[in-house]
C-alpha cells in the first residue's frame, strides 16, 4: 500500500467490476509501523495518524485486485490493511446467511465471522486479533456481538466508507436506530428527545434485542392503561421495556 494512509474508502458497485475508490488527504510517514486506530477528534474517526502534511489524491483500483492482493498475502497484513480486510469482507447489501433455523440476517456494512476467520485473513494471531477488534469497538468504528460459533461485526460509518454520504456527521446514527426512532415516535407522539443517550444504549443491545425493541413498540403502547404512563424512547430502551409482559 506504499506510505500513504487511506482516509476515505468508496465502492463503486458497477455491473461489469466492482471498483474501491481510495481519497488520500493525509499523508504518513510509514504505514506498517503507524498504528491504525488513533481517533481523530473533528471527523470522529481517523485511519492513520498523520504526520502533518496535507493533500487530496484520488485511486481507483478494481475491487477483484485489492481482494486478491490481501487475501494471498504470506506475511502479517498492517493494521491499515487489515481495516481494508474487514471493509473487503462486510456485506454491501442485506443477505440472508445460513440454512434452516441457523439462517441469520446480515445487514449492509455487517459480517458474520469468528475470531479464528478473522485472524486468518489478518494473518495475525487470534489474541492480536482480538485486542484490534476490540480497539476497534472501543473506538466507536466498528460494532462487535458474540454468538455461539461466529462473531457479528458491523462497521458503524460504513456508508461513509463507501460514497454514499460525504462525511460520517451527514448520518451519525445507523440505518437500525433511525427505524426505530421513527417508529417509536410516530406511534407513541411523545416528544422525541434524549436521542444521543438512546442512541448509546441502543448500542448495548444485542441484535435480537433491537429486533425485539423495535417489533414491540406498538404492544408497549397499546398495553398501557394510561397513554400518559408512556416512558421515553430512552427510558424504554435503558429499561429494556420492551421485554415486559404486555396484555396487549
Known amino acids: 500500500m506504499g506510505t500513504r494512509g487511506v482516509h476515505k474508502l468508496k465502492f463503486n458497485f458497477s455491473i461489469t467490476l466492482k471498483y474501491i475508490e481510495i481519497q488520500s488527504k493525509q499523508l504518513f510517514t510509514n504505514c506498517s509501523q503507524t498504528i491504525f486506530m488513533k481517533q481523530n477528534k473533528t471527523l470522529n474517526l481517523a485511519l492513520m495518524i498523520p504526520s502533518g502534511e496535507y493533500s487530496t489524491r484520488y485511486i481507483k483500483l478494481p475491487y477483484p485486485l485489492l481482494t486478491d492482493s490481501l487475501d494471498n498475502q504470506k506475511v502479517e497484513l498492517t493494521y491499515l490493511e487489515a481495516f481494508l480486510q474487514i471493509l473487503m ?143 421515553k424512547a430512552l427510558t424504554y430502551l435503558k429499561n429494556k421495556k420492551f421485554n415486559d409482559q404486555f396484555l396487549y
Open 89 to 231: 469482507h462486510v456485506l454491501h447489501m442485506d443477505t440472508t446467511i445460513g440454512q434452516g433455523e441457523n439462517q441469520l440476517l446480515c445487514r449492509r456494512g455487517e459480517s458474520y465471522h469468528s475470531l479464528k476467520t478473522w485472524s486468518e485473513l489478518f494473518h495475525w494471531s487470534r489474541s492480536k486479533t482480538r485486542h484490534y477488534l476490540v480497539k476497534l469497538k472501543n473506538d466507536g468504528l466498528i460494532e462487535l456481538e458474540n454468538k455461539v460459533t461466529t462473531t457479528r461485526l458491523r462497521v458503524v460509518h460504513y456508508d461513509y466508507y463507501v460514497g454514499k454520504v460525504t462525511s460520517p456527521d451527514a448520518r451519525p446514527y445507523p440505518e437500525d436506530f433511525e427505524i426505530f426512532w421513527k417508529a417509536y415516535h410516530e406511534t407513541t407522539q411523545i416528544q422525541a428527545t434524549d436521542k444521543d443517550p438512546s442512541y448509546r444504549c441502543w448500542r448495548k443491545l444485542s441484535f435480537e434485542e433491537r429486533t425485539k425493541a423495535v417489533e414491540r413498540i406498538s404492544r408497549y403502547y397499546y398495553s398501557l392503561s394510561k397513554t400518559t404512563y408512556c416512558v
